[in-house]
């Protein structure tokens, strides 16, 4: 075995050295610019923590964030919401041979391009779109009106793909949940509200927990659906760092932010670390 | 259907609108005869479809789409393979961290790998090309082919290699000719998997390319111009690819597991 050991390591080169040279070190690298500076089209490469002092004081790049973790936590509460009663519908009274098929449909809008599901949106949001024509046809509003470019078209854009992704997680530790735990609980006198609350919800955490972490990274981090659906009227954090680098050329300031999305994201995993077994899924 | 029943129906009803509304609208208008996709539709027609066909940029996009996807697939599969039978056939130092290290990438935003990438490909003056979104979607997908590979090596295969090994085969033909057929369902999976998210990741690729791009960059681009049929039907064609992608997994390898 012990002869073999080089030839493990050698097996072992190819992909330690690719995660190296293209993930680790281009990480580092983003780390040093951000304690970089651009002056005028220059860069300079003395250590300094203006660009997170810009973050701290410039109040359009302090917002974004803000208005990242409003966005981020307004989707993760309401895909839960809509996403639990759903799965509990499939796994209890949907009939098992029915459940697969049930959950294949759910996820199969996934499958549309990850550009074009905004884009899908927009067409149902949009002035003169199906949501403006139908709502014109029952009477409810009487001109063709807009529901995209604001907050509200982004959390719906969000929603829906995160819906899809949270039934599939909470589905999946419904379904490993023992039917006689309940059967249990019905014997010792609780009825199917307290059997719920105090069985089947807790039991089912782990599945909510690693449904929304996913949400919350996969959302923070999204430039494509604000960019569509949310209009000009505020900036997210992605946005404003994609502004940095393609209209200003700041790689130090869009790296510094960078590193600011990187600290959240850090801070959400050690939040649920505890419910985040990922190695046992 | 009785009265305990019917709020559930319903709500199952309504959620399913809600995630097929999107989609249904995509496709139905990708058919509109006129020049805007929004009521009222006065199709069908395939004039989009032509459109979409004569379209050199967009093809382009999607020959280079297919190439990058299966190019950086068959890379990140390859990679993460050896490592996995590395790490899980041998005992080697700091093997935790290693697993640690080669996973990393699944919990940082594409957004964030795609950044790192783009400054360090500019400071190093490297050219921005379809090679370089290739390097960043091996990045994303070995982690994954990795996670997949390793969870599937088990003990039945390490018996057919020592059996293998006590026969006179060398490591390169364990490798090759027991473990990979073994783990073969494996290797499909993380393969088309990888497939899949190359061919529909965005950010990556719109910031490490120039001249060429993949699809979605394209798309992306065409969304400038507003609401357009034509896009309607690229994205109504990029949804049927990727439903076959998965009919084909699904078909392939879970269909052989349950049998």
């Known amino acids: 075995m012990m002869a073999n050991r080089h030839l493990a390591w050698g097996l072992l080169l190819p992909a330690l050295l690719w995660t190296l040279a293209f993930f680790a070190a281009p ?153 006689s735990y309940r059967k249990a609980a019905a014997d010792l006198g609780a009825g199917p509200v307290r059997s719920f609350i105090h069985v089947v919800l807790p039991l089912t955490l782990p599945g909510v927990m690693v449904g929304a972490f996913l949400t919350f990274v996969l959302c923070i981090g999204d430039y494509i659906t604000p960019q569509i659906l949310g209009g000009n009227q505020e900036l997210l954090l992605p946005q404003t760092i994609m502004m940095q680098i393609s209209r200003r050329s700041d790689f130090p300031m869009a790296s510094a932010l960078a590193m600011i999305l990187m600290a959240v994201v850090s801070l959400a995993y050690l939040a649920c670390a505890r419910w985040l077994k990922l190695d046992r899924l | 259907m009785n009265i305990r029943t019917l709020p559930a129906a319903l709500y199952v009803l309504l959620l399913y609108g809600f995630i097929f509304l999107p989609v249904l609208v995509l496709v139905l208008f990708s058919f509109q005869e006129s020049r805007l996709p929004v009521p009222p539709f006065d199709g069908p027609s395939l004039a989009w479809y032509r459109a979409m066909l004569a379209d050199d940029r967009l093809m382009d996009a999607l020959v280079n789409s297919v190439l990058v996807g299966v190019v950086s697939s068959l890379v990140a599969v390859t990679l993460g393979f050896l490592a996995a039978y590395a790490l899980a056939r041998h005992r080697l130092p700091l093997a935790g961290l290693l697993r640690g290290l080669l996973t990393a990438p699944l919990t940082i935003s594409y957004l964030i790998i795609g950044m790192g990438l783009l400054i360090t490909f500019n400071s190093l003056g490297v050219p921005k090309s379809l090679w370089t979104i290739g390097i960043g979607h091996v990045v994303i997908n070995l982690p994954l082919c990795f996670a997949i590979v390793y969870s599937q090596m088990g003990a039945q295969q390490a018996h057919a290699e020592r059996a293998a090994r006590d026969l006179g085969a060398r490591e390169w033909q364990v490798i090759v000719l027991i473990t990979a057929p073994m783990l073969w369902p494996a290797l499909f999976a993380s393969f088309f998997l990888s497939l899949t998210f190359s061919w529909d990741e965005f950010i990556i690729a719109f910031l490490v390319s120039r001249f060429d791009v993949t699809l979605p960059v394209e798309i992306w681009s065409m969304l400038r111009s507003g609401l357009n049929p034509k896009t309607n039907a690229i994205g109504s064609f990029v949804f049927v690819i990727s439903f076959l992608f998965v009919l084909l997994l699904d078909l392939v390898v879970l269909r052989k597991r349950a049998a």
Request: proline letters at 4%.
């Open chain 1, 27 to 179: 990480l580092v690298i983003m780390g040093m610019y951000s304690l970089w500076q651009r002056v005028g089209m220059k860069l300079v490469q003395t250590w300094t923590t203006h660009n997170y002092q810009q973050f701290a004081s410039k109040s359009f790049l302090f917002e974004s964030l803000v208005n990242s973790l409003e966005v981020t936590a307004t989707v993760t509460i309401i895909s839960i919401l809509l996403a639990y009663p759903l799965a509990y519908i499939l796994a209890e009274r949907v009939p098992a041979r029915w459940q697969r098929l049930a959950l294949v449909m759910a996820i199969l809008p996934f499958w549309t391009s990850y550009v074009v599901r905004s884009y899908s949106w927009l067409l149902v949001l949009s002035e003169g779109g199906i949501l403006s024509n139908f709502l014109m046809d029952i009477g409810l509003i009487a001109e063709p009106m807009s529901f995209a470019n604001n907050r509200g078209a982004t959390v719906v854009g969000f929603v829906h793909f995160f819906v899809m992704l949270l039934t599939l997680t909470i589905y999946a530790s419904l379904v490993q949940l023992p039917p």
